[in-house]
């Protein structure tokens, strides 16, 4: 087996049996992250101990295999550590996707280093890289207590035209009786046509 079958290999497993996918319980931090591209979501719970260790931390959400794969390695190996080494391992995993070779952080021993760089087959994938990112700055978001719902993709979302209702508005319509078109309706029809509205 090459890297390359093995990290699939390992992406795969998590995607399909996600670790720590529940609810912790007495969480103290939380955050949401949509990716809506993919229709990945995520929804992080964190329990810090008073000395701001990662007691707990768990996920709910569903997504693609990469987002879910990504979420269930990133909870699997932040548990134990310290708030301060979350965000080092956290900007180290965002460096390796975005232009690093590989992982620098001391935070991390090898076999957890294996398990992250599974993940690095995305970056050539813009796409990817937001479903193998989504789960991480949620974590962030969670940490800083920014109360903000991380999107992917800012622009696109617009709350008070969710696309949903938008189709839901045009599956609708058919079922509505039409009424015969009145002349003023054919003729306003027809100006529009001419461009001349
Ligand atoms: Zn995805």
Redesign the pocket.
Known sequence: MNIKELYQEIILEHGKNPRNLRKTENFNKEAIGK?P????NVHIFLKLDENKKVEDISFEGS?????MASASIMTDLIKGKEEIEVKEIVNDFLGMIKENPDLKSKNLKEDEKTKLMCLSGVKQYP??V??AT?SWHTLISAIDNTQEEINTEPDHHAPDHPPQRCAEADHRRPLRPLAPPRDQDVLAAERGRRGLR
Do not use: P, Q, V
């Open positions: 990716n591209l993919c229709g990945d997504g693609c295999a990469i987002s796409m990817r937001k479903c989504l």
